[in-house]
Nanobody, 126 residues
């Protein structure tokens, strides 16, 4: 059974940093397109970033310059990194992976992604 396993997250003061890790398990095929989303209470899930097998990245305007994603293609592992965190960044963060055979544009459309992690809570205090 294919699963996405997330680790990291936690609580941090404004201006601080956090690093997450998201790995696809149970699938020998590499997942070229991986994404990162967040959902705050009472709000819709929004795309934060995406990265394809060539390392091309897409970021939401609200996190550009503060958040980065990198990926280990061989192990289908995503490494989201957050810095200069603000109270408005507090949310449940989710990693996602497209099908290994996905050939479309790798972006932050939720419909792109087949596999989702369980979520990592991020809390930012002012």
């Amino acid at each position: 059974q294919v699963q996405m396993v997330e680790s990291g997250g936690g609580s941090v003061q404004a201006g601080g940093s956090l690093r997450l890790s998201c790995a696809v398990s149970g699938d020998p095929h590499p997942h070229s397109c991986m994404g990162w989303f967040r959902q705050a209470p009472g709000k819709e899930r929004e795309g934060v970033a995406a990265i394809d097998s060539d390392g091309e990245t897409t970021y939401a305007d609200s996190v550009e310059g503060r958040f980065t994603v990198s990926k280990d293609n061989a192990n289908s592992t995503l490494y989201p990194q957050m810095s200069d965190l603000k109270p408005g960044d507090a949310a449940m963060y989710y990693c996602a992976a497209a099908s290994p055979w996905f050939s479309g544009q790798c972006g932050t459309d939720t419909a792109t992604y087949t596999f989702w992690g369980q979520g990592s809570q991020v809390t930012v205090s002012s």
